[in-house]
């Protein structure tokens, strides 16, 4: 039984366009998913260094 | 907004070509799953699944199916979310498409997911409406190539209800050139706008059930009363007695013909016990195949063309 193989070459960026899929962008509502994200980093993990 | 999007949200919106290619992902990606290859192309990707109705084997597929592409699955009910009534469905479509990579509605009518869609910034799939089912005819076709080959310029039998199942196998019909004889009790005929049909080339009425099968390569049916029309069961039990798929009607279709069935069944009302688990129906291999096509499904919407 095979467990594990090379993953095939995808490149999701490369791709996105070919889907026409936009690229995440930034703005509005969206901001509610970004800062909660950085609010549990930052009390999860502390300061990071950027 | 978003105009250029690609969405899944009925048969029609994907040409023959793509269907070509789906099929041919999806059978690569179930021969990686069943060997146990890690494949995961949609790693940091998030599913949002919304359902306005019940469901077993959609959330399960699709959940599944994102897991095992790498990415998350998060499960959205009425509870959460009631597009057009918590707030305009045009409102959640923004709000929810800014958040996640892909989304999947199962809601009531074509026209919720069509204008959520059109204020999606990402891909949205349609997880059964009142009027269409793509997913499960994406599968059930599948299903049939894995076990005769092609389907084009076979014949598929509809016997039942003209619901969102019967409407899709139409459009599938028009697009992968195949046709369909389809046999509802009168008052339940199909109707062609509401299908949302090119024209009526692929598919032929009949009254009687049995002339339906005849010769057919695949018999399909679906429950006498879809979700939603719970109102009428009673009148229903009624009116589709004569439109049951049995051993009888079997032996009149093709010798190699197939049964299929979404599910769930319901034994000795739509289908005979006889039939649904009989040697002839592959409806294990047609749910099992609904998480294979939606991982293809969902990998063309967020990759494109994988070479």
Request: a negative charge.
């Amino acid at each position: 039984m095979k467990r594990s193989s090379p993953m095939q070459p995808v490149s999701a960026n490369a791709n996105m366009s070919a889907a026409n899929v936009k690229p995440r962008s930034g703005g509005g509502s969206q901001n509610l998913l970004h800062v909660q994200k950085a609010l549990m980093e930052y009390l999860l993990l502390g300061k990071l260094d950027h | 907004m978003a105009a250029n999007i690609k969405h899944f949200l009925q048969f029609k919106d994907f040409t023959r070509a793509e269907f070509e290619y789906l099929f041919e992902r999806t059978r690569i990606i179930k021969e990686r799953f069943k060997g146990y290859q890690k494949y995961w192309p949609l790693e940091d990707r998030t599913l949002v699944m919304i359902f306005e109705k019940a469901s077993t084997r959609t959330r399960l597929s699709f959940e599944a199916g994102m897991h095992q592409l790498g990415g998350s699955a998060i499960y959205l009910n009425t509870r959460d979310s009631q597009l057009g009534r918590g707030e305009p469905v045009e409102d959640a479509g923004k709000v929810i498409s800014r958040m996640s990579d892909i989304v999947m509605i199962r809601t009531f009518e074509q026209d919720i997911i069509e204008r959520f869609a059109r204020n999606s910034r990402v891909p949205v799939i349609n997880g059964l409406t009142n009027e269409y089912h793509p997913c499960q005819v994406l599968a059930d076709i599948y299903t049939y190539i894995e076990h005769r080959g092609s389907i084009t310029g076979k014949t598929v039998a509809w016997i039942g209800d003209s619901n969102n199942m019967c409407n899709t196998w139409l459009q599938a019909a028009e697009i992968l050139d195949f046709n369909v004889h389809v046999s509802t009790p009168p008052g339940y005929e199909v109707e062609p706008e509401r299908a949302g049909l090119f024209g009526a080339e692929h598919y032929e009425e009949f009254a009687d059930p049995m002339e339906a099968a005849k010769g057919a390569d695949l018999l399909t049916t679906d429950v006498w009363t879809s979700m939603g029309w719970e109102a009428e069961n009673e009148e229903r039990m009624k009116d589709f007695a004569d439109w049951q798929v049995d051993g009888d009607m079997m032996r009149v279709a093709a010798k190699d013909a197939v049964f299929m069935h979404c599910l769930p069944a319901h034994r000795g009302e739509e289908v005979s016990a006889e039939v649904i688990d009989g040697p002839q129906s592959v409806v294990w291999d047609e749910a099992e195949n609904r998480l294979h096509v939606q991982k293809a499904l969902m990998e063309y919407l967020l990759l494109g063309k994988v070479k």
